[in-house]
C-alpha cells in the first residue's frame, strides 16, 4: 500500500539541502561499513601469524626463524623481522668511508632505532580509517539534526501557508524530518563502536610487536632473547 510518508516521499518532497544531508548520510553509512569489514578481516588475517612467532624461536638460527615465517607483505613480523636483519647487516658492512654512522650511533642504538621504525610503520598502517570512523561518530548525529531541523522549518512554513492544517498535514512532514535525527545516529552509532573496538585491537596487536621487536633487539645485541620471568 502507498503512503505519503516515509523515507521514499521525504527524498522526493525534499529540497536540495534535505537530499543532501540524507545522501551525505548514506554515504558515510556506506564508507564506515566498508572499513569496519575490511579492517576487522584484515586484523582476523594478522592474528593468523602470530602463532608463528613459538616456530621463529625454536629455530636453530635465524636464517632458518625466517623461513619458518610466512613470507608475506602483510606479515609484520616477517616485516620486522627483515628489518632488523637488513638493519644488523647495514650497521656491520659499513665502509671506512661511511663511518659517521658507526661515530653517532652504536650498534644496539641503531638497533633499537631500527626496529621503533619498523614497528611505526606497522602501526601507522593499522591506524588506516580510524580518523573516518571518529569524525563520522562525532559529526553524524550533528548532520542528522541539521536536517531535523532543516526539514521542520520547511513544514512549518508548509502548514503556517495552508488555510488548514489538520494533525496529519503536521505530523507527516514533522515525522520525516525526525528520520533525518535517526538516519544520523544509525550512522554514527556503529562508527563509534566499531572505532572503540579497532583502536582495542590494535593496540593488542601493537603490544604483540612491541614484544616481538624487543626479543629481536635482545637477540642482536646479546645473542639470546629475554624471556619472560627471567
Do not use: C
Amino acid at each position: 500500500m502507498n503512503t505519503p510518508f516515509g523515507l521514499a516521499n521525504l527524498w522526493l518532497e525534499g529540497d536540495l539541502i534535505t537530499r543532501f544531508v540524507a545522501l551525505a548520510l548514506l554515504l558515510a553509512s556506506i564508507a564506515t561499513w566498508v572499513i569496519l569489514l575490511s579492517r576487522f578481516w584484515e586484523l582476523r588475517n594478522l592474528r593468523k601469524f602470530k602463532p608463528e612467532l613459538d616456530q621463529f624461536w625454536r629455530a636453530t638460527s635465524f636464517d632458518q626463524g625466517m623461513h619458518s615465517l610466512t613470507k608475506h607483505a602483510s606479515n609484520p613480523f616477517f616485516r620486522i623481522a627483515q628489518a632488523a636483519l637488513d638493519a644488523s647487516t647495514h650497521h656491520q658492512s659499513q665502509s671506512t668511508n661511511h663511518r659517521e654512522l658507526l661515530q653517532t650511533l652504536n650498534y644496539s642504538e641503531w638497533m633499537a632505532r631500527s626496529l621503533k621504525n619498523s614497528i611505526d610503520a606497522v602501526a601507522a598502517h593499522l591506524q588506516k580509517g580510524l580518523t573516518f570512523l571518529g569524525s563520522t561518530g562525532a559529526v553524524a548525529p550533528f548532520i542528522g539534526l541539521f536536517g531535523t531541523v532543516w526539514g521542520i522549518y520547511h513544514a512549518l512554513i508548509a502548514i503556517s501557508s495552508s488555510s488548514s492544517a489538520q494533525i496529519d498535514q503536521v505530523a507527516g512532514p514533522i515525522g520525516e524530518a525526525l528520520i533525518m535525527t535517526a538516519l544520523g545516529l544509525a550512522v554514527a552509532i556503529p562508527a563509534v563502536l566499531g572505532f572503540n573496538a579497532l583502536n582495542r585491537a590494535n593496540k593488542l596487536l601493537v603490544a604483540d610487536l612491541n614484544r616481538f621487536g624487543n626479543d629481536l633487539l635482545a637477540y642482536f645485541v646479546t645473542g639470546a632473547r629475554v624471556k619472560s620471568g627471567e
